[in-house]
């Protein structure tokens, strides 16, 4: 198969069997969450408490000062790179023009060389969270297979893009067909892996905080 046969099969059927795959793990994901069910509660919620889950959905992603001492590299990586490959996704022209294809509208994205900063700066990131994941004793220990996967998933499509859009590494159409292929590896595995807190954390923060919110917990 040559480069541009590669390239035009990751664009046709690839990305339909990504996207068939990522819709079809999602739904089983999702069936088993609401499937374990709960138990009903019968303690009479305490006053204030309504909308306690939707608050408990944005306020966790706010840092908290007493878990940042002594974790402040943590954080920081982690923003860099949630932010940065939101903005890469999200906000880079050819991206929002392959959503527009999809889903039939589309929305204003930002200039190339700030979406390359961007990215430069999510695989930098990525690089740190990874070093800090290998060093730090505990976060060693507890790491698993599952963790090393989800760096790597989540690493391959921005570094693979960024070495396309500078055309390194391989000829340009070689590397944007294995910058595909990566991405649309990742919408494969996603709902089968810790990947899968890309939905699954507003639905878990959402039970708690409904849950302890009803409690009179403050939240």
Same mark, same amino acid.
């Given at each position: 198969?040559?480069?541009?046969?590669?390239?035009? !099969?990751?664009?046709?059927?690839?990305?339909?069997? &990504?996207?068939?795959?990522?819709?079809?793990?999602?739904?089983?994901?999702?069936?088993?969450?609401?499937?374990?069910?709960?138990?009903?509660?019968?303690?009479?919620?305490?006053?204030?408490?309504?909308?306690?889950? !939707?608050?408990?959905?944005?306020?966790?992603?706010?840092?908290?000062?007493?878990?940042?001492?002594?974790?402040?590299?943590?954080?920081?990586?982690?923003?860099?790179?949630?932010?940065?490959?939101?903005?890469?996704?999200?906000?880079?022209?050819?991206?929002?023009?392959?959503?527009?294809?999809?889903?039939?509208?589309?929305?204003?994205?930002?200039?190339?060389?700030?979406?390359?900063? &961007?990215?430069?700066?999510?695989?930098?990131?990525?690089?740190?969270?990874?070093?800090?994941?290998?060093?730090?004793?505990?976060?060693?220990?507890?790491?698993?297979?599952?963790?090393?996967?989800?760096?790597?998933?989540?690493?391959?499509?921005?570094?693979?893009?960024?070495?396309?859009?500078?055309?390194?590494?391989?000829?340009?159409?070689?590397?944007? &067909?294995?910058?595909?292929?990566?991405?649309?590896?990742?919408?494969?595995?996603?709902?089968?892996?810790?990947?899968?807190?890309?939905?699954?954390?507003?639905?878990?923060? !959402?039970?708690?905080?409904?849950?302890?919110?009803?409690?009179?917990?403050?939240?």
């Amino acid at each position: 198969m040559s480069e541009m046969d590669l390239l035009l !099969w990751a664009r046709g059927p690839g990305l339909q069997i &990504a996207v068939a795959a990522l819709l079809a793990g999602t739904v089983l994901r999702l069936a088993e969450i609401f499937g374990l069910g709960r138990k009903r509660d019968l303690a009479v919620p305490r006053p204030g408490t309504a909308g306690s889950g !939707w608050r408990t959905v944005f306020s966790r992603s706010l840092p908290r000062l007493p878990f940042m001492r002594g974790n402040v590299a943590t954080y920081l990586l982690g923003y860099a790179f949630h932010l940065g490959l939101f903005a890469a996704l999200f906000l880079f022209v050819p991206h929002i023009r392959l959503f527009q294809s999809l889903f039939g509208f589309g929305w204003p994205g930002l200039p190339s060389a700030l979406v390359d900063a &961007a990215s430069l700066l999510t695989i930098a990131a990525l690089a740190g969270v990874l070093i800090l994941r290998l060093t730090h004793p505990v976060k060693r220990f507890l790491s698993t297979f599952d963790d090393y996967l989800a760096w790597a998933l989540t690493t391959a499509p921005i570094l693979t893009g960024y070495l396309a859009f500078h055309h390194l590494a391989l000829p340009y159409t070689a590397m944007l &067909a294995v910058h595909i292929l990566s991405a649309e590896l990742l919408l494969v595995c996603l709902p089968f892996t810790k990947l899968a807190h890309t939905f699954s954390f507003a639905i878990s923060r !959402w039970y708690n905080g409904s849950a302890l919110g009803r409690k009179g917990v403050t939240l």
